[in-house]
């Protein structure tokens, strides 16, 4: 069965620092990835996506996540924050079938102190 | 090009009753799936929806449904509501196989 883990429920960085949320998946073929931001009160807005293409992808907000097989990871970076960046941060993850159906990790708050 | 929109944004219900929540998906995208989000569980798949039949099911209760309409419009429903079903529940819609979900910014329940 597919899972994500995401590391750490909370991430504190400074303004204009580096931001990096880290998320490993588990499953038996390469599937799709996707991170998403949610602002509170909000929806989850797609920040980017892997479907085997590049393994380096660059999304929206300057973030980009890289895809690495043999680490089982999809970490998403920026390389400066943002006050505007301060949200919850989803991975999850789709199986390359029929099914439009996402597992999500649990989530990683972004707190960016000024 | 409009979003996801979901109706009630915002409805408080009390433990036994049935509420009934609607979600209109993006023109054009025929998939539509609902997730539950609460604090302790995080995001939860409940069910989607494609052309009117259900193609996935999460692991809910039976008292968890939905169903989609020819315009691709869905709606769920929960009955006998329990205190453990106050949530956010999410709306996403869909075109591609690649699993790009949109998603609404969902009706807040709360049960009392």
């Known amino acids: 069965a597919q899972s994500v883990t995401q590391l750490g429920s909370h991430v504190s960085v400074s303004e204009g620092a580096l931001v990096l949320l880290r998320c490993n998946y588990s499953?038996?073929?390469?599937?799709?990835l996707f991170w998403y931001v949610q602002y509170p009160n909000q929806g989850l807005q797609l920040l980017l996506k892997y479907t085997s293409a590049a393994t380096l992808v660059k999304g929206i907000n300057g973030f980009e996540a890289e895809f690495k097989k043999s680490e089982t990871s999809f970490h998403l970076t920026k390389p400066s924050a943002h006050m505007s960046d301060a949200a919850e941060y989803f991975c999850a993850v789709s199986g390359r079938d029929s099914s439009y159906k996402l597992i999500f990790g649990s989530g990683t708050r972004l707190l960016v102190r000024p | 090009k409009a979003g996801v929109t979901q109706t009630p944004r915002y409805l408080i219900k009390t433990r036994g009753q049935q509420v009934t929540l609607s979600c209109s998906p993006i023109s054009g995208h025929r998939s539509v799936s609902w997730y539950q989000q609460t604090p302790g569980q995080g995001l939860q798949f409940l069910f989607e929806?494609?052309?009117?039949?259900?193609?996935n099911k999460g692991n809910f209760p039976g008292r968890f449904s939905g169903r989609q309409f020819s315009n691709s419009r869905s709606e769920m429903n929960v009955s006998t509501l329990e205190l453990g079903d106050s949530a956010l529940y999410l709306c996403?819609?869909?075109?591609?196989?690649?699993?790009?979900?949109?998603f609404g910014e969902g009706s807040r329940l709360t049960v009392l």
């Open positions: 499953s038996s073929v390469p599937p799709y």
């Open positions: 996403a819609s869909s075109v591609e196989r690649t699993g790009e979900l949109f």
């Open positions: 929806y494609f052309s009117e039949t259900q193609r």
